[in-house]
C-alpha cells in the first residue's frame, strides 16, 4: 500500500484513493463530515427505502471520478499543472458543502440563501482557515479561471457531479433506468480549444447519459411521493414559522431554533450565520418534527405526524393547471373534514414541477470528430435529444376521498 494515500471501500466503485495532503485534510474537517449526516436524497427513502447513502459518500465519489477524469485529459495532453489538478479536486469534493438538511425544503423555508452561495461562502471561510490554499478552487468552481474546461467539470452538463449522483443513486435506489456507462465517458473526454468535448466514439454513451437523466428524474428526484413529502416538510416549517412569529413557544434544536426564530428583517453577520448552519443536519429537523407531533397547533401537528409516520398526502398530476372550481371543492372537502382549527394553506397544495434533460444554449456537449470537426451533440445525434422543458401540474391534499 502507499503510504502517501489513503483508501476508501467505496460500495459503488470499489477502493478509491485519496493522496494525503490538502485534500485528506478536508475530508477530515468537520464542515465536510457534517454531510455524513445529510442524505443524499432527502426525503426519497419514503419510496426507496435504500436510498439512505449521504452527501458525504456523494462527494467522495465525484471526487474519486474528478481522479480519473485528469488523468485521461492528461494523458491525452491537456494542459494541467499539479496544482491545477489539486485544485479542480478541492472543487468537487466541496461543491455539495452549502447543502443542508433536506436542503431544498430549509431554502423554501428558513435559510435565505441558495446552497450553491453557501457553498462559496463556506469554500472562502475554509480558504481563510486553510491559509489560502483553496484559492485556485475557488476560482475553478466560480469559473475565473482561463481553462474552462476545468470548471466544466465541476458544473457542466456533464460535470462530474452528475455523473456520480446518476450512478449511485441508480445503485441505491434500485432503479436499474439510471446507470450510465460513466467510466466510457470519462474515457472519451478530451479537451479542444480549451473546452471540453467528448470524442466521437463516445456519442452513444452521451445518449444514453441524457435518457437515464430524464428517467431518474421522474422515476426518483421528482417522483410524486417525494413531492408530498417534500411539500409536507416545506409547509411543517413555514407553519412552525408562522406560529413562533405569533410568540407561540415550540421546542427545536438550538441550531435549527436560531434558524425558526430569527427576525426576517434582522441583519445577520455571516459568520454567524455560518456558525449555526454547519451544525444543522437531518438529525435537527428530525429531531423538531418529533417533538411537533406533540404540539398543541392541529396543523403543525397533523403535518408533523404524518411525515413521521408515513402518512403522506396524495398528488394528482395534470397536464395543465388544475381548475380554480376543482382547487376549492378540495379545499372545502378538507375543511369539512378536518375542521376549523386547520389550516387550508398548508394542507392543500397545488403548484407544479419541471425537469429539462438538456440545455444547449448554457453549455451545449461539444462532439470532437476524427477529422477535427466539432459538432454540438444536437447537429449529430441521431435520436431526439431530450432538450423540451417537461412541465407538471400537480394538487396535493390528505389522503380522504374527495368528490
Known sequence: MNKQEKIFNDPVYGFVSVPRGLLLELIDHPWVQRLRRIKQLGLAPYVYPGALHTRFHHAMGALHLMQLAIDTLCKKGADISPEEAEAVCVAILLHDIGHGPFSHALEHTLVSLHHEDLSTLLMEDLNRQFNGRLSLAIRIFKNEHPKTFLHQLVSGQLDMDRMDYLNRDSFFTGVSEGVIGYDRIIKMLAVHD???VV????????????????LMYWQVYLHKTSVSAEQMLIHTLLRARELVMQGVELEAPRHLGWF???????????DELLRHFTKLDDHDVVSAIKYWTEASDFTLRFLS???????LFRIE???APPSAEYVDRIRENVRQLLGKEAEIEHLVYVGSESNRAY???EDPISILFKNGEVLHLSDCSEIPVYT??????YVGYPK????
Do not use: M
Not at 425558526?260 to 455571516?270: A, G, I, N, S
Open 194 to 196: 480549451g473546452r471540453l
Open 199 to 214: 470524442e466521437e466514439k463516445g456519442i452513444y454513451s452521451i445518449e444514453k447519459f441524457l435518457i437515464a437523466r430524464r
Open 260 to 270: 425558526l426564530y430569527r427576525k426576517p428583517d434582522h441583519p445577520v453577520e455571516t
Open 305 to 311: 405526524e404524518g411525515l413521521l409516520n408515513r402518512r
Open 317 to 319: 398530476w395534470h397536464d
Open 359 to 361: 440545455a444547449p444554449e
Open 388 to 393: 423540451q422543458l417537461v412541465t407538471k401540474n
Open 400 to 403: 380522504f376521498h374527495i368528490k
